[in-house]
């Protein structure tokens, strides 16, 4: 898989806009881009996915650059629920043939302070 | 609630004992996978299945053996401890492997071998 660079931590305000920042500048036309994040003691938890197009769910929006070399995940209300360990992966569709696996990184420490 | 379920979700083991962690998920996912997490490493695939009765290896699956039975279990099975070994668990599964697919995580087992 392809590799991705994160920041090692970022913080921002409660209420504050997050944006949180992942080259891939080794991308592949058929990779897409996952977010997930850690919240301290439990498991990883699915945020958002895309491969060209912006995505917007109820949890954060992605923003995909044109040449799809770098991604920003966008808290747009940070709480102090959303202090975690944030992940970008580049997930490659092979088809069937894909065993699924997730790399990852050391992801970025997002610290939201009152 | 619909999800992943571990068991137990702490452990510890005698050097040379045998166990099994317990994965289930009611969400009638094919792709089921087990990760471990040790500091500074990140997760790191294990092992894998694709569907009730398919199982394969993943990047580290020494001293460690899978099956499955049925669609809903993923039981991961120590065959004897080791002190390497002590490291958090966690269960994953997706509806299919494609990369168009997020992932849900079970909330880890947390094991420690003395």
């Known amino acids: 898989d392809a590799k991705t660079t994160q920041p090692n931590s970022m913080e921002s305000n409660e209420e504050e806009p997050v944006h949180l920042p992942c080259n891939h500048s080794t991308i592949s036309g058929t990779d897409y881009i996952h977010w997930y994040r850690q919240l301290p003691s439990q498991g990883p938890e699915y945020v958002i996915h895309?491969?060209?197009s912006n995505v917007n769910n109820r949890m954060a929006s992605l923003a995909i650059a044109e040449d799809r070399k770098s991604s920003t995940l966008i808290l747009h209300r940070a709480t102090l629920r959303d202090a975690a360990v944030y992940y970008c992966i580049l997930k490659r569709d092979a088809g069937g043939t894909s065993y699924g696996k997730l790399t990852f990184g050391q992801g970025t420490i997002l610290t939201v302070h009152p | 609630n619909a999800g992943v379920t571990q068991t137990p979700k702490f452990q510890v083991l005698k050097t040379g004992q045998s166990m099994t962690l317990q994965c289930a998920q009611d969400?009638?996912?094919?792709?089921m996978s087990w990760y471990r997490q040790d500091p500074g490493m990140g997760l790191r695939l294990i092992h894998y299945s694709v569907g009730a009765g398919i199982t394969d290896q993943g990047e580290v699956p020494n001293g460690y053996n899978v099956s499955r039975s049925t669609t809903e279990d993923f039981p991961l099975r120590l065959l004897s401890a080791a002190p390497s070994q002590t490291s958090v668990y966690f269960c994953?599964?997706?509806?299919?492997?494609?990369?168009?697919?997020?992932?849900?995580f079970g909330s880890g087992t947390r094991l420690t071998v003395v």
């Open positions: 895309g491969l060209t």
């Open positions: 994953a599964s997706s509806y299919r492997t494609g990369a168009y697919y997020g992932y849900t």
């Open positions: 969400m009638n996912h094919e792709y």
